[in-house]
């Protein structure tokens, strides 16, 4: 499975960006795809996950009521809508595809595969 994130930028506070991750290979090597950020300095951390077949949603708290994460399984795509940003949401941005799906969708060591990342800027 390879992934390609994109649709990362600059953008003010308060304001939109949609990110994308498009994914090729088999469909049955992706149980869950998930995506996380990565700020300057710190850990790489959690934001959001989605099960390939069954369209569950998980979030981490900080982004449940700005961010919405969906699939679209004809396009091998999943998106991380992200509305009314922060400047603390700066980061690079990591999808991630399962292929074992254990419950542990916020774990690191739960993914198999991951995209190369794109940069997200929040001014304030």
């Known amino acids: 499975v390879q992934l390609q994130a994109s649709g990362g930028g600059l953008v003010q506070a308060g304001g939109s960006l949609r990110l994308s991750c498009a994914a090729s290979?088999?469909?049955?090597?992706?149980?869950?795809m998930g995506w996380f950020h990565q700020a300057p300095g710190k850990e790489r951390d959690f934001v959001a996950a989605i099960g390939w077949n069954d369209g569950t949603t998980y979030y981490t708290d900080s982004v449940k009521d700005r961010f919405t994460i969906s699939r679209d399984n004809a396009k091998n795509t999943v998106y991380l809508q992200m509305n009314n940003l922060k400047p603390e949401d700066t980061a690079v941005y990591y999808c991630a595809a399962d292929r074992t799906y254990s419950g542990r969708y916020y774990s690191l060591d739960e993914y198999d595969y991951w995209g190369q990342g794109t940069l997200v800027t929040v001014s304030s």
């Open positions: 290979g088999r469909h049955s090597s992706r149980r869950v």
